[in-house]
C-alpha cells in the first residue's frame, strides 16, 4: 500500500493535472491510464494527467483506445477542451469539473 502510494504521489508530480492555461500542438508520444487517470506524453515532452474527460456529441467518457501514440493533439490556451486529430477524423473532449 505504502508503495503504491509513493508510485502516485510520484506520477502526479511527474504529471501535473490538465488545466485551462496550458497550450500545446504536438503528437501523444506516450499514454497510459492507471487507476481512472490518464498520463500523457506529448511528442514535444509535455506531460500532464486529466480525469474526467467527456466527448459531448456521443457522450464517450476518455478510453485508451480513443487516444493513440501518433495521434495530433491541441490544446488553445484558456480553454477546457481538447483536439484529436486521427486517421478517421477530429475529435473534442472537455475537461470535467
Known amino acids: 500500500m505504502f508503495i503504491h502510494k509513493k508510485h502516485l504521489e510520484s506520477l502526479f508530480q511527474e504529471y501535473p493535472v490538465f488545466n485551462t492555461d496550458m497550450y500545446f ?10 487507476k481512472g487517470v490518464c498520463y500523457i506524453t506529448t511528442s514535444n515532452g509535455i506531460k500532464f494527467r486529466l480525469n474526467d474527460v467527456r466527448n459531448y456529441e456521443d457522450n464517450k467518457f476518455i478510453m485508451i483506445e480513443e487516444f493513440s501514440v501518433g495521434d495530433s493533439i491541441v490544446k488553445q490556451a484558456g480553454s477546457d477542451t481538447i483536439y484529436v486529430m486521427k486517421d478517421n477524423g477530429r475529435f473534442y473532449y472537455i475537461q470535467g469539473p
Do not use: T
Request: aromatic fraction near 0%; glycine fraction near 0%; charge should be negative.
Open 25 to 34: 500542438e504536438s503528437r501523444i508520444a506516450d499514454i497510459h491510464i492507471e
